[in-house]
């Protein structure tokens, strides 16, 4: 055998080896992350009900919009530390009842439409945990969620008279609702009361016989207007329906 033979064969050996091993420890295009393949776990809540309702307040108008019950379902990104939360908000329409410039009275329906699924994070604390007392369950979550949700009005009418605003009058931009709280993830357990302050974006696309968008503008549009709602835990992981 040869010098260069004697000395070639473990260098390449050597690099196959080396190669190999790299393999398996680069991730390939295809793979998927230790965090993002972490268990979901699904959730739901109740947002309101016929006694406390989910109100909304036009601070612009000084008026409030009670609405409907609706559900906040998702899922967490485990029951460890701070984990990642998403979820599916769902309000059904509402009718407001509003003064315009002090003496006109307006009605109108209000739609919220969410822009995307709800995202935040969430800090588990499981056991006898002081943090879980006021929630009156053992296992509850420190929450920071932010639902963008588009504004839409129709059927308005001032004095009983329809105000044409067209199929499409809705805010230009989401406005960004952040809702941080202490809530339960283990049944039975009690309402939560949460409080967001909101900036309600320019109207746009509010043409009937005009366009009606800069005086809804004027009207509503604005930072310091509020949406409250009591959060129900409705299920949690198993207990949720697919």
């Given at each position: 055998?040869?010098?260069?033979?004697?000395?070639?064969?473990?260098?390449?050996?050597?690099?196959?080896?080396?190669?190999?091993?790299?393999?398996?420890?680069?991730?390939?295009?295809?793979?998927?992350?230790?965090?993002?393949?972490?268990?979901?776990?699904?959730?739901?809540?109740?947002?309101?009900?016929?006694?406390?309702?989910?109100?909304?307040?036009?601070?612009?108008?000084?008026?409030?919009?009670?609405?409907?019950?609706?559900?906040?379902?998702?899922?967490?990104?485990?029951?460890?530390?701070?984990?990642?939360?998403?979820?599916?908000?769902?309000?059904?329409?509402?009718?407001?009842?509003?003064?315009?410039?002090?003496?006109?009275?307006?009605?109108?329906?209000?739609?919220?439409?969410?822009?995307?699924?709800?995202?935040?994070?969430?800090?588990?604390?499981?056991?006898?945990?002081?943090?879980?007392?006021?929630?009156?369950?053992n296992i509850c979550a420190d929450t920071d969620v932010t639902a963008k949700v588009f504004i839409k009005l129709s059927d308005a009418k001032v004095d009983g008279k329809t105000l044409d605003v067209g199929p499409d009058c809705r805010t230009a931009q989401p406005a960004a609702v952040t809702i941080k709280a202490l809530v339960p993830i283990?049944?039975?357990?009690?309402?939560?009361?949460?409080?967001?302050?909101?900036?309600?974006?320019?109207?746009?696309?509010?043409?009937?016989?005009?366009?009606?968008?800069?005086?809804?503008?004027?009207?509503?549009?604005?930072?310091?207007?509020?949406?409250?709602?009591?959060?129900?835990?409705?299920?949690?992981?198993?207990?949720?329906?697919?």
């Amino acid at each position: 055998m040869s010098l260069l033979t004697r000395f070639s064969l473990p260098l390449v050996l050597v690099l196959i080896a080396f190669s190999l091993g790299a393999a398996e420890a680069a991730p390939g295009e295809n793979a998927v992350p230790a965090q993002a393949a972490a268990t979901q776990i699904p959730f739901g809540f109740t947002l309101g009900d016929a006694q406390q309702p989910t109100t909304s307040h036009v601070a612009k108008l000084g008026s409030d919009i009670a609405f409907p019950p609706g559900t906040f379902d998702g899922a967490l990104g485990g029951l460890t530390n701070t984990v990642p939360i998403t979820g599916k908000l769902s309000i059904p329409p509402a009718d407001g009842y509003f003064v315009a410039f002090r003496f006109m009275a307006t009605t109108g329906r209000v739609e919220i439409i969410p822009d995307g699924d709800a995202t935040g994070t969430a800090t588990v604390h499981t056991g006898k945990d002081k943090d879980c007392k006021a929630t009156q369950t053992n296992i509850c979550a420190d929450t920071d969620v932010t639902a963008k949700v588009f504004i839409k009005l129709s059927d308005a009418k001032v004095d009983g008279k329809t105000l044409d605003v067209g199929p499409d009058c809705r805010t230009a931009q989401p406005a960004a609702v952040t809702i941080k709280a202490l809530v339960p993830i283990s049944l039975p357990a009690p309402p939560v009361k949460v409080t967001s302050t909101f900036t309600a974006p320019p109207f746009a696309g509010c043409t009937g016989h005009e366009d009606l968008s800069r005086l809804l503008t004027g009207l509503v549009s604005g930072p310091g207007n509020t949406f409250v709602s009591n959060l129900t835990l409705r299920c949690f992981s198993t207990g949720c329906k697919a």
